[in-house]
């Protein structure tokens, strides 16, 4: 894998956007800059979906629930295939075990300042434990209660990573283990080989 593609396969922290930044030079960084901006990028993933929710909102009420939901889900299926197919291409690799596919999900989630904890981890099978998630904050700001938040993070979340890992290895899947209960609990989810 040639070194820019694997840079950009296994994303940069804030730490090493701020080292390029800085033309190769050593900086020294605070964790108080990368909390910061992690919190940065959760609170812009937050109004982003917020802003979202509240159009997904308008149209089920103009067309149906059922309708905007199927529409929902083909985005986030559409956006999941067209990033993996980006990310595949970057990487130049031909297919990716589940632990390659689950340090993506990782840098994904840190992006928008999700939280994350690797439970288990293996080439076959990778289980993570989801804690604060940004889309579950933006429902909740526009009114959704935990049955509707629950439905659009299966219809459009987890279908995007699942479609986005079989893009990297159609042998691979995403999968739901446990949903949270609140905005504080956590989502178990698992990417399997197999």
């Known amino acids: 894998m040639k070194e820019h ?3 950009v396969f296994l994303g940069l922290s804030t730490a090493g956007l701020l080292a ?3 033309c ?3 900086l020294e960084i ?3 800059v990368t909390k910061m901006a ?3 990028a959760f609170n812009g993933a937050k109004n982003a979906f917020t802003t979202f929710y509240a159009y997904f909102n308008a149209v089920a009420q103009e067309i149906g629930m059922e309708q905007a939901l199927a529409l929902y889900t ?3 299926e559409a956006g999941g295939d067209a990033r993996g197919k980006m990310i595949k291409e970057q990487a130049g690799v031909e297919e990716l075990d589940a632990k390659a596919a689950a340090l993506l999900i990782k840098n994904l989630s840190e992006g928008t300042g999700g939280s994350l904890e690797v439970i288990e981890e293996s080439p076959q099978k990778v289980v993570i434990k ?3 998630c940004p889309l579950y904050e933006a429902a909740q ?3 959704m209660d935990a049955e509707t938040i629950e439905t659009l993070c299966r219809a459009g979340g987890l279908r995007a990573m699942d479609t986005m890992v079989k893009q990297l290895n159609p042998n691979l899947s995403h999968q739901l283990r446990k949903y949270r209960s609140a905005a504080d609990d956590f989502c178990e989810e698992t990417i399997v080989l197999g």
Do not use: I, Q, Y
Request: proline residues 0%.
């Open 5 to 7: 593609n694997r840079r």
């Open 38 to 40: 992690s919190e940065d």
């Open 24 to 26: 190769g030079k050593e």
């Open 74 to 76: 083909k985005v986030f």
């Open 20 to 22: 390029l930044a800085g």
């Open 130 to 132: 989801f804690g604060r």
């Open 141 to 143: 700001v526009v009114g």
């Open 30 to 32: 605070e964790k108080g």
